[in-house]
T-cell receptor, first 112, second 115 residues
Framework: EAQVTQNPRYLITVTGKKLTVTCSQN?????MSWYRQDPGLGLRQIYY???????DKGDVPEGYKVSRKEKRNFPLILESPSPNQTSLYFC???????????FGPGTRLTVL | AQKITQTQPGMFVQEKEAVTLDCTYD???????LFWYKQPSSGEMIFLIY??????QNATEGRYSLNFQKARKSANLVISASQLGDSAMYFC????????????FGAGTILRVKS
């Protein structure tokens, strides 16, 4: 089954404790992206990747890191999480230029 | 810069009636795509419908249609014969393929279908 998976689905952590949210897709998509969703703001892009070893900042990259060592995986790293990073996070993937993006199920992160 | 505006934070509709969710966009690019996504209470993002800026006809997918008025820069979603399962958050979004597949989203509209 073609899908984007994210882990964990739910995470409660404390300020400053490094964490990684994994994202994996099995559709051989070149393009992968991370978004965060906040009430009243919709989804905003954090980082994206056009292919292996090619990543770039989105609209709200501060406090986040990403890597793309393999085509299928695009982890989101929070080196020192803060409460303002409490949010719902989505990973998405697609072929370059395709109309439809495939979204993961979301990761609900709470930073205390 | 691209921007999506959804002016209706929340909407109610009676079951079996039609409802229109508003979306206006701002871009200076001639080539772009417009999307609608549904997010039920379970949280996943469900793709509903797509309209390309050069498409001559309005997009339709089952009970969903996109009322595309290019000159007014609006891309309203029309849901016909509403069902209780249509209760969800709805997002309008836009993308330009020159920037990979970055999507710019509106703030969303919560739709509640009443029985």
């Amino acid at each position: 089954e073609a899908q984007v998976t994210q882990n964990p689905r739910y995470l409660i952590t404390v300020t400053g404790k490094k964490l990684t949210v994994t994202c994996s897709q099995n559709m051989n998509h070149e393009y992968m992206s991370w978004y965060r969703q906040d009430p009243g703001l919709g989804l905003r892009q954090i980082y994206y990747s056009m292919n292996v070893e090619v990543t770039d900042k989105g609209d709200v990259p501060e406090g986040y890191k990403v890597s793309r060592k393999e085509k299928r995986n695009f982890p989101l790293i929070l080196e020192s999480p803060s409460p303002n990073q409490t949010s719902l996070y989505f990973c998405a993937s697609s072929l370059i230029g395709a109309n439809e993006q495939f979204f993961g199920p979301g990761t609900r992160l709470t930073v205390l | 810069a691209q921007k999506i505006t959804q002016t209706q934070p929340g909407m109610f509709v009676q079951e079996k009636e039609a409802v229109t969710l508003d979306c206006t966009y701002d871009t200076s690019d001639p080539s772009y795509g417009l999307f609608w996504y549904k997010q039920p209470s379970s949280g996943e993002m469900i793709f509903l419908i797509y309209q390309g800026s050069y498409d001559q006809q309005n997009a339709t997918e089952g009970r969903y249609s996109l009322n595309f008025q290019k000159a007014r820069k609006s891309a309203n979603l029309v849901i016909s014969a509403s069902q209780l399962g249509d209760s969800a958050m709805y997002f309008c979004a836009m993308h330009r393929t020159e920037y990979g597949n970055k999507l710019v989203f509106g703030a969303g509209t919560i739709l509640r279908v009443k029985s």
